[in-house]
């Protein structure tokens, strides 16, 4: 017995495992062609009740056969796959119905055995989608749906999943209309059939379809077409004034002079605009999944937080699924991820979408710094947990520690904090490019060399820490080994790249428009750079800096705030108390809390008055960063 079989059989025994075939006995991928395609049909219409209902023909011969149900999404660099919703899975082979058993020890694979003479199986399911968001992203509404490939399907295991072809249809409720990187085939009704697909690129290739629809072109006259493709709760919130039609258009073209490359044969940005389905923002190599409020177009003035979604996600055909982090691209989706490299993939993602929303004029050049001094301001002051005890490295790990959870102190903790520390550090890098060249590089050369290559592919392309290391130094010699690992794994805050480039982070008693727009988002108050607390709607307590005045005085997340200073709680009435407190410093802001079923008096001894951040230039330095973000 050789010492892995040995240890597991141990292993078997400790846990009062029967027999090793009863451990997680599933083949490994292998670089080999599968014999034959899946054959998968969705049936959409049950809006009524939200459920995907899933009809699935595999090529099989008689013998052993391990079905897999997607666990490992790319996107969301975590073991995710919602396999707690698929239900009524039913197997046959010659229209007899097969056992099956799912492996105790890997929940996501399916054993049946295929009886001699059948050479395919026929699997039916159905994938219960959320009714609410308590139970996940809510995925299908009476005006529109979103199918992912991932939740309606299984695979065959022992091959790697760009070896399986796949042929797909979705019949649709009657008159809706889709988009979707996915190429058509042939429409029959209701009923949409698309052209065959390695199992790897459907999985990357959604649907979102709707009651109202619109698709609109990007770049029109392209020989590589880019399109936006709407769905609506009301046809109102589908209507696009010529100018913002122009923003979304100058995007692309931003993109373009930005790589002088693109990964893919065709994009499609598929976007909804509701309030019933769950937003939404994942990437694909095709297409990307936008989901926002139904205000969009029809409320531009309210919606400049939202506008750098599209850009983030489009930057991601480049960063992210065409090059991406070795230790991130499995040869299927039930092999495990590592996300080491995520403060690239997603970092400097973020980084780009700030800039990009910027560059096409979806944020004025104001409104892009608003936002920026907010993320800087969070790796300043707002993540207590950085500067004490972890790393902008370490929570690389948290899609697998975390999953997104809620947690009770998010700041202490860190969650997935490689978005916009990943995103400091590239600011910091920028900076740092152009110092070392005299301003003649910078974080655009690094871009174009990276990323930038190989006109029209769209495999992966795969990367590690001294891929990166090695294209920074051929645009600038330096120890960029040292300078990246002292950010990754450091304690300090992460705000160095604004004074390099010519501006400075600085707290006064004014929000931003920005910072307004970000409470009006939650409905209550961000007082986090002053008392060291965030106020949802009706005093809720959402956030509690850790060692803060608020945690300090007793305060944590989860307690409701009733009053202020005597007076009934609201966003005004909690920052007048902190005005008055710095007016009369004798006095503290007295809180009455409700925690659970008590009641009690807190009182915090904060007198500096309200703070927010924004960032201001500094005499005598160049303005690099309005140079950063203007237009190409």
């Known amino acids: 017995m050789k010492a892995s079989r040995l240890a597991s059989a141990i292993l078997a025994s400790a846990l009062g495992v029967g027999s090793f075939s009863a451990l997680a006995d599933v083949a490994a991928p292998q670089d080999i062609a599968f014999n034959g395609t899946l054959k998968i049909n969705v049936d959409a219409t049950d809006i009524a009740h939200r459920v995907f209902r899933v009809h699935e023909t595999v090529p099989a011969q008689p013998g052993p056969l391990t079905l897999l149900y997607p666990q490992w999404l790319p996107g969301n660099h975590s073991p995710t796959g919602p396999i707690d919703k698929l239900a009524g899975l039913v197997v046959k082979a010659n229209g007899k119905t097969l056992p099956w058993k799912r492996d105790p020890l890997n929940v996501y694979a399916f054993h049946v055995d295929v009886p001699e003479g059948a050479s395919s199986v026929d699997v039916e399911f159905q994938f219960l989608s959320p009714q609410d968001t308590r139970q996940g992203r809510v995925v299908m509404t009476p005006e529109m749906l979103n199918v992912q490939w991932n939740a ?30 996915l190429e058509l085939a042939a429409r029959d009704g209701d009923t949409v059939h698309f052209k065959p697909i390695a199992y790897d690129d459907l999985v990357d290739s959604p649907i979102y379809a709707g009651k109202y629809f619109k698709r609109v072109d990007l770049d029109p006259g392209a020989k590589t077409p880019v399109f936006l493709n709407i769905v609506a709760d009301d046809p109102k919130f589908l209507e696009m004034k010529p100018e913002q039609l122009k923003l979304h258009q100058n995007l692309v073209q931003q993109m373009y002079k930005l790589y002088g490359a693109h990964h893919y044969d065709h994009y499609d940005f598929l976007f909804s605009l509701s309030d019933k389905m769950s937003g939404n923002g994942l990437e694909h190599h095709r297409s990307s999944e936008n989901g926002v409020g139904t205000g969009y177009f029809t409320e531009w003035d309210k919606s400049a937080i939202m506008r750098d979604l599209l850009p983030h996600e489009f930057n991601h055909s480049w960063d992210g699924k065409y090059r991406r982090g070795a230790d991130l691209a499995t040869p299927s989706f039930n092999v495990p991820m590592q996300d080491s490299l995520l403060w690239v993939y997603e970092g400097q993602t973020q980084f780009w979408g700030y800039v990009m929303a910027a560059r096409s004029g979806l944020w004025k050049q104001d409104e892009a710094r608003d936002m920026l001094a907010l993320v800087a301001a969070t790796y300043d002051k707002g993540r207590p947990g950085l500067q004490q005890w972890r790393t902008i490295q370490d929570t690389t790990n948290d899609p697998i520690i975390a999953m997104r959870r809620p947690l009770p102190y998010r700041n202490y903790q860190l969650s997935e904090d490689y978005y916009s520390g990943g995103q400091m550090i590239w600011m910091d890098v920028d900076g740092k490019l152009r110092d070392l060249t005299g301003n003649k590089r910078s974080i655009d050369d690094f871009a174009k060399s990276f990323f930038g290559v190989e006109n029209g592919k769209w495999d992966v392309n795969t990367y590690t820490f001294e891929d990166v290391v090695k294209t920074l130094n051929g645009i600038a010699p330096y120890d960029w080994t040292s300078y990246l690992r002292e950010r990754l794994d450091g304690h300090g805050p992460l705000i160095g790249g604004f004074e390099a480039n010519g501006w400075k982070l600085v707290y006064n008693d004014k929000p931003s428009a920005s910072a307004k727009a970000v409470e009006t988002r ?30 300090k005085a007793g305060l944590s997340p989860g307690m409701k705030v009733i009053a202020v200073n005597g007076k009934e709680f609201s ?25 659970f079923d008590e009641y009690k008096t807190l009182r915090i001894d904060y007198h500096d008055g309200q703070k927010y951040p924004h960032l201001e230039r500094i005499e005598g330095k160049p303005d690099r960063l309005s140079e950063l973000l203007k237009p190409r």
């Open 152 to 181: 309606v399907s299984l695979y065959p295991a022992g091959y790697n999943a760009n070896r399986i072809q796949a042929e797909t249809s979705v019949k649709f409720p009657a008159g809706w209309q889709y988009g979707s990187a």
């Open 522 to 551: 939650v409905g209550g108050a961000n007082l986090t750079y002053s008392l060291g607390v965030s106020f949802g709607k009706g005093g809720d307590t959402l956030d509690v800096l850790w060692d803060g005045p608020a945690f």
């Open 571 to 595: 966003s005004d009435a909690i920052k007048d108390a902190v005005d008055a407190s710095a007016k009369d410093k004798s006095q503290p802001i007295e809180l009455l809390v409700k925690n």
